[in-house]
């Protein structure tokens, strides 16, 4: 059995195919195309669950733009927030004056977004929007709204298209709601 078929065992369901995702990334990208028309973009990948999202979105803005990285983490080897956001590097680009599109892989809590929004505001940046592939509004604890977003899905936990358990199953093309017998270990 191949290693992809394995990790497929490990979910209850695909829950967005790969065409899915990139058909709804091709609309992402027009919009965010239109709306950044003429204005000097900086996209930010925040690491490491965006990387492969962040990668195809960026193919599909018609725009000249910069792109730069950011590690953050709130997450340890569980799926429940910890609540306290820790920067593991920073961005390298010269901020002034551009306009910040943030590409995370997906919002839970918010606490992770509205952490880097509000430091980001702080800064010489002219504008800061949020950009995610997920968006999992029934667990938000912040009053953070993202300006795009791909897919708004029911509280589970996803892995596959970069996003991780355990630093497992993000080369999995499709996403998918892992199974609880995974982390709950039965
Ligand atoms: P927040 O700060 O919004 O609670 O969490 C954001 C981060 O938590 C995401 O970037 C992601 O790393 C992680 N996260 C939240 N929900 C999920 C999920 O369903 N699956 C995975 N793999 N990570 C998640």
Redesign the pocket.
């Known amino acids: 059995m191949d290693t992809n078929a394995k990790l497929y065992q490990d979910l209850d369901c695909v829950l967005l195919t790969r065409d899915q995702i990139a058909a709804r990334i091709k609309e992402m990208g027009a919009k965010i195309t239109r709306d950044f028309e003429g204005k000097p973009l900086l996209c930010i990948c ?1 690491l490491k ?2 990387v492969v999202f962040f990668s195809d979105l960026m193919r599909e803005i018609e725009l000249p733009l910069e792109i730069d990285f950011i590690s953050l983490s ?2 340890g080897a569980g ?1 429940e ?1 910890s609540g306290i ?1 820790t920067e593991r590097s920073s961005l390298t680009r010269d901020i002034t004056g551009r306009h910040l599109l943030i590409v ?10 509205t952490y880097l929004k509000e430091h980001l505001k702080k800064s010489t940046a002219a504008s800061v929007s949020i950009c995610t592939l997920l968006d ?1 509004p029934a ?1 938000r604890q912040t009053d953070l709204v993202p300006d795009y977003s791909g897919f708004t899905i029911e509280d ?4 596959g298209y970069g ?3 355990d630093e497992k199953y993000r080369n999995l093309p499709d996403v998918g709601v892992l199974s609880p017998r995974i982390y709950k270990g039965e």
Do not use: C, P
Request: glycine share 8%; aromatic share 12%; charged share 25%.
């Open positions: 925040v669950g965006s709130s997450y799926t927030s956001i995370e892989d997906i919002v839970d809590s918010g606490r992770t977004l999992k667990r589970a936990f996803v892995v996003l991780d358990y």
